[in-house]
């Protein structure tokens, strides 16, 4: 059963920063493009990050480019976003998922930029 | 970046109705086309991949169509559980993209 556990969130002020984990367990951990999307409050989803399963390529949205970075450990089957100069708009539950078309979600973690 | 339109953006049906939900996108992507189901406070589940493919699991009431620009999301007769908000997500390029969603409510 392929399980994802997000975890790392919390509240930081604006400017702050945060480092978010997800523990994969089921499948090839290598072998997977693994994926961030967030959720604000009563919004909709939105796609965050990803990163290829051998060779690390990464991608970020628009939104989170040059202050989010996506890193993995494949020896310890799991991904990373560390977040930097955070702003009150990245609030959100954040969520890791396998793959680029999503088969598996985490439960996801909170982060609440807040003052 | 490729935007999803999705429409409606909410409807109210009852149990047992037919009920589409159709997703469009600004250029053609194929068929890398995902339908996910939302309830409160809980994570999304992937219910269709590749625009028709059933997740493993997910009942058959379940069903998408389309292909390029155009795409569909049918629940073939509606029950309790299915009340919840859908998206429409594609896969074809990055920035990955999802529609806006729709909410599905007890008419």
Redesign the interface.
Known sequence: EVQLLESGGGLVQPGGSLRLSCAASGFTFSSYVMTWVRQAPGMGLEWVSGISGSDHNTYYSDSVKGRFTISRDNSKNTVYLEMNSLRVEDTAIYYCANEVRLDHWGQGTLVTVSS | DIQMTQSPSSLSASVGDRVTITCRASQGINS?L?W?Q?KPGK????LI??ASNL?SGVPSKFSGSGSGTHFTLTISSLQPEDFATY?C?Q?NF????????TKVEIK
């Open positions: 890398f995902a996910f939302q994570a999304p589940k992937s991949y590749e997740q998206y997500q896969y990055y920035p990955l993209t999802f529609g806006g969603g």
